[in-house]
């Protein structure tokens, strides 16, 4: 009998909370939406917000204060890749885009990876803002 190649199915919970219609019970993200969701609350969780884990998150806010630099871009691109090859491994990042706008008081950032089960390229972007 031959065997059958099947990719992996990621499953996570939607933190939107919304109701499934046709079950009643909360909905789902699946394959590249759960990864995508799931990056995105790394990239936004500072340490010290996840208790019992505070290195949890690539701390991103605390370079909001700083002068946006080449060295502060290098190192939110270095604190973005460490979190998320120690928090999510079903994906592998290729590269980190931060371009940061002095008079916004936001940095944009852009992560591009590649999904491990299906070797396919997305694009997961945020943006990080102080309030005035």
Request: charged share 20%; hydrophobic share 40%; glycine share 4%.
């Amino acid at each position: 009998m031959a065997q059958i190649a099947r990719s992996a199915t990621y499953r996570d919970v939607d933190f939107s909370f919304k109701q499934n219609p046709n079950t009643n019970d909360v909905g789902i993200k699946k394959d590249n939406a759960a990864v995508i969701q799931s990056c995105l609350n790394i990239l936004r969780t500072n340490h010290g917000e996840r208790p019992f884990d505070y290195n949890f998150g690539a701390n991103l806010r605390a370079y909001l204060f700083e002068n946006m630099t080449n060295i502060t871009a290098a190192n939110m691109s270095t604190n973005i890749q460490v979190a998320l090859k120690n928090y999510e491994p079903r994906i592998e990042v290729l590269n980190v885009n931060i371009q940061a706008t002095a008079s916004e008081n936001d940095v944009f950032i852009t992560v591009t990876g590649r999904v491990v089960s299906t070797n396919e390229i997305i694009d997961i972007s945020t943006t990080i803002e102080r309030l005035r």
